[in-house]
Each structure stands twice: as structure tokens, then as C-alpha cells.
């Protein structure tokens, strides 16, 4: 089957794939494609969030030319679990709510801006 996927950019991957296919095989697809790692990756079919690496694609409702968001994923504790830092920074962030906003620094690129924490 035929779908297109998009980013927040603007890119546009048209792939031709098997409705069998896992997601986790989707997203290492989409490496190749998109030069992003699979555990960065972030999609999205018709507001739902593709996030079970085991699950098939036709299991998701996934179907003929249907169109997949593919977002950067953009988490505060991402960046430190990356670099093995702030061991313990999870449970800290958990007493405390934040707003992360992300912020197109130019076409190639996001930021984020946290706000916070609220209590």
C-alpha cells in the first residue's frame, strides 16, 4: 500500500510498504529516509499516536494513501536520558507540571521552550 508521510517542515515521504508492516520497522524505514533515530521519532495517524513498536500498521486503521504526521519528539528528560545525565531528574519532574512549547528555529529546525514548573 501507498502512504505519505509528513513532517512538521514540510517534508514529504511517499512510501510503498505492506500494511503488515510493524511500526518499529516503519520508523527504521523512516531513518533512512528522514536521518531521524527511531526513538526521536514521533507518529501520528488521525490524531492517534502510533506508539506500540509491535503493532501493525493495518492494526492502527492505517490504510491506502493515508497521510502520517512524523514529529521530533520533544520531551525535557529526553536530552539528559541521551547523555546519561540527571539520573533521578524523571522522578523530580513528576510533582510538577510544564509547558513545553516548540519553536521553529528555522526550516530545518525545532527548539524547545519550557515554561514552569506550575504547581
Same mark, same amino acid.
Do not use: L
Given at each position: $500500500?501507498?502512504?505519505?508521510v509528513t513532517t512538521e517542515t514540510d517534508d514529504l515521504y511517499n512510501l510503498e510498504i505492506d500494511s503488515q508492516m510493524a511500526i518499529e520497522d516503519l520508523k527504521a524505514l523512516l531513518e533512512t529516509e528522514s536521518g531521524l533515530e527511531p526513538r /526521536? /521519532?514521533?507518529l501520528i495517524h488521525n490524531g492517534r499516536n502510533l506508539d506500540q513498536a509491535k503493532k501493525l500498521l493495518e492494526e492502527y486503521g492505517v490504510a491506502q494513501d493515508d497521510l502520517i504526521l512524523l514529529r521530533r519528539k520533544t520531551t525535557r528528560g529526553f536530552a539528559e536520558a541521551e547523555a546519561g545525565e =540527571? !539520573? =533521578? !531528574? =524523571?522522578? !523530580? $519532574?513528576?510533582?510538577? !507540571?510544564?509547558i513545553v512549547l516548540p519553536i521553529r528555529v528555522n526550516a530545518q529546525s525545532f527548539t524547545t521552550f519550557f515554561a514552569g514548573p506550575f504547581i
Open positions: $500500500m501507498r502512504i505519505v /526521536q /521519532q514521533e =540527571g !539520573a =533521578g !531528574a =524523571g522522578e !523530580a $519532574m513528576s510533582r510538577y !507540571a510544564y
